[in-house]
């Protein structure tokens, strides 16, 4: 049970650049997020989902999109890579937004230069 | 503004003493409230919650606290192993199901 797995682990952009980082869960779960975490600020929300087909804007979407075009796959792009995008993306996933926590997979260092 | 506060950002114990990490929140609709436990190049994983319902929590060595009125809560650890040493987040859930997270507490447990 592999739970929620984010590729790649690290990538190193310039400036500019898109790319796109993938999230996978096997849990069935209907809910799934994507964070980033920078010093001293903790996690801030970028988009979530509540279910296939569907997506929202969290606490920070700007230069984000995404993409739940199957229920186990969350997709966050970057369509024109920033030096502030440099950061450490979470993903997470859970079954209920109430009180069910929310499952983390291990992130995605991104760097832009 | 930040609505989920943890002022300190480091805390340093004794193997077998205990470790107390705080919090402190703004939003009184908060319903519920986590701690997670991060290691290095890990993804946080869950540790214990509490409902706003309660005021006291308790997980074999873990005990979270709930203070309405002081919108305040802490997470206790007794005794602390060494094994505890990781970055603790604190996290409170906004009603819409979404968690605001704190800034995160790096506690060293010292053999």
């Known amino acids: 049970n592999a739970g929620v797995t984010q590729t790649p682990k690290f990538r190193v952009l310039k400036t500019g650049q898109s790319m796109t980082l993938l999230c996978a869960q096997d849990?069935?779960?209907?809910?799934m997020y994507w964070y980033r975490q920078d010093p001293g600020m903790g996690l801030r929300l970028i988009h979530y989902?509540?279910?296939?087909?569907?997506?929202a804007k969290g606490e920070v979407p700007d230069g984000y999109n995404v993409s739940r075009l199957k229920k186990q796959n969350f997709l966050l792009g970057l369509e024109s890579a920033a030096p502030s995008q440099t950061s450490v993306y979470f993903c997470a996933s859970t079954q209920n937004m109430g009180n069910q926590p929310q499952h983390f997979g291990d992130g995605t260092r991104l760097s832009i230069l | 503004d930040q609505q989920v506060k943890q002022n300190s950002p480091s805390l340093s114990v004794q193997e077998g003493r205990i470790s107390i990490l705080n919090c402190d929140y703004t939003?009184?609709?908060?319903?519920?409230f986590l701690w997670y436990k991060k290691y290095p190049a890990e993804g946080p994983t869950f540790l214990i919650s509490?409902?706003?319902?309660?005021d006291k929590n308790e997980d074999g060595r873990f005990t979270v606290f709930l203070n309405k009125s002081a919108k305040h809560l802490s997470l206790h650890i007794v005794p602390s192993q060494p094994g505890d040493s990781a970055v603790y987040f604190c996290a409170a859930n906004n009603q819409g199901g979404k968690l605001i997270f704190g800034q995160g507490t790096e506690l060293s447990v010292k053999p």
């Open positions: 939003n009184s609709m908060f319903d519920y």
């Open positions: 509490i409902s706003s319902i309660k």
């Open positions: 849990m069935n779960h209907e809910y």
């Open positions: 989902s509540v279910g296939e087909g569907t997506t």
